[in-house]
């Protein structure tokens, strides 16, 4: 069974440009979480998408969004890039959400300029 | 929200010794589970377990949900050991992350 996908590795852009990030989860999860891995600030929960349905947000300004099509793949988008935005952005897969295993992608790390 | 600690914050070994992570939790969970990340930044799993113990050749874990705390121990550590461990604790429809146990292995 493929494991998480993350596209792409990895991204540099300027501030105030918008990045989309892309997360395939394994086949027959329906659960994607994303989150967010500074040195400051460890790893913090963005979303949750459960069946093209976000079920649960982080504490992260409107700037971070998200979606999940129907084949259970997500996408993360930031807008109006800050620097501090610069960090590396997870996404796991899961059959149901929070009480289930959580797999994990390989991550993009992301630098905004 | 849950809170989740882990320690120690960091950790040198001696390529051959071994050692315990321990992670302590605030609320009853439904969801435990150890992660190894690697340079590179990948969460790799080590072990799902919400309560019992649990092996996997050199690694093993305990958690003890009545008491809220989890422990992870590492024998006969290699260099490969080396990296972050992080404990998750997974609650009504989040997880949680702890700070990690920075472990480095010398030879």
């Known amino acids: 069974k493929a494991g998480v996908t993350q596209t792409p590795r990895y991204l540099i852009k300027t501030r105030g440009q918008q990045v989309t990030l892309s997360c395939s989860p394994i086949?027959?999860?329906?659960?994607v979480s994303w989150y967010q891995q500074t040195p400051g600030q460890g790893l913090q929960f963005l979303f949750e998408?459960?069946?093209?349905?976000?079920?649960n947000k982080g504490n992260f300004p409107g700037r971070f969004s998200g979606r999940q099509f129907s084949n259970s793949r997500s996408e993360m988008n930031v807008s109006t890039l800050e620097l501090g935005d610069s960090a590396l952005y997870l996404c796991?897969?899961?059959?149901?959400?929070?009480?289930?295993?959580?797999?994990f992608g390989p991550g993009t790390r992301l630098t905004v300029l | 929200g849950i809170q989740v600690e882990q320690s120690p914050p960091d950790l040198i070994l001696q390529e051959g010794a071994n050692s315990t992570l321990r992670c302590n939790f605030s609320?009853?969970?439904?969801?435990l589970q150890w992660f190894h990340q690697n340079p590179w930044g990948q969460l790799i799993n080590l072990f799902y377990?919400?309560?019992g113990t649990k092996q996997n050749g050199r690694l093993s874990a305990t958690t003890v949900a009545t008491e809220r705390y989890s422990l992870l121990y590492i024998s006969s550590s290699q260099t490969t050991d080396s990296g972050v461990y992080f404990c998750?604790?997974?609650?009504?429809?989040?997880?949680?992350f702890g700070i990690g146990t920075k472990l480095q292995v010398i030879p």
């Open positions: 998750a604790i997974g609650g009504y429809q989040k997880v949680t």
């Open positions: 998408y459960f069946s093209e349905t976000q079920r």
């Open positions: 086949s027959g999860h329906r659960s």
């Open positions: 609320d009853s969970v439904n969801n």
């Open positions: 377990i919400p309560s």
């Open positions: 796991a897969s899961s059959f149901n959400g929070a009480y289930n295993e959580q797999f």
